[in-house]
């Protein structure tokens, strides 16, 4: 059987050209978003396979499936673990460790903001909360503290919005979503053309 049209699960039970193609579709497509956010092209496409599979599997059918090194996948292993949306486990008897990925969507959600925010958001914030302080005694950078003090405002709301957000638990989210889903009012009924139907 060509593993790369019908690869198999790692159960060892083959997966069907169908399943095949939508697994493949999604882990592209998690490539290229990964790309786009700055992260390890092979980090997305791991999550990617392990979340949409739903299974265990091993570093080295991880390493097959997605025909990329040894050391590559170790690497990004390791950083989602670090992320927390992906965790590790061992089956008795066995000697190899198996990875699996968080499947909760909102856990999933709050760890990759939680990530985000320490490694993007609290550095940006930090530089610009220096760069306010140190305008604030010296008159002549009273322009320059006049651009960084709206923009500090505003990753600050961001910062505020982020950590509710983070707090907030799935049956909230629930609520939440329900709240943003009410319909909106109809628009008024426009006026009618001259001449037109009555």
Known sequence: ?????????????????????????????WGMMARAWGINATMGELFALLYITGDDWTAEDLR???KVSRGNVSMNLRELLAWGVVRK???AGERRELYRAETDVWTLFRRILTERKRRELDPTLTVL?????????????????????????????????????????SRDIIE???ILAMDEPA????????GGPV
């Open 64 to 66: 097959s499936w997605l």
């Open 89 to 91: 486990s061992h089956r």
């Open 176 to 178: 939440l979503s329900e």
């Open 129 to 169: 909360d220096s760069l306010v302080q140190l305008s604030e005694d010296d008159p002549e950078l009273g322009e320059l503290r006049a651009r960084v003090e709206p923009l500090r405002q505003f990753f600050g709301m961001i910062d505020g919005l982020s950590v509710r957000l983070m707090a907030l638990e």
């Open 1 to 29: 059987m060509d593993q790369s049209l019908t690869p198999e699960k790692p159960d060892g039970l083959p997966a069907s050209p169908s399943a095949v193609a939508l697994i493949r579709k999604f882990v592209e497509h």
């Open 187 to 194: 628009p008024p009924d426009r006026p009618k053309e001259p």
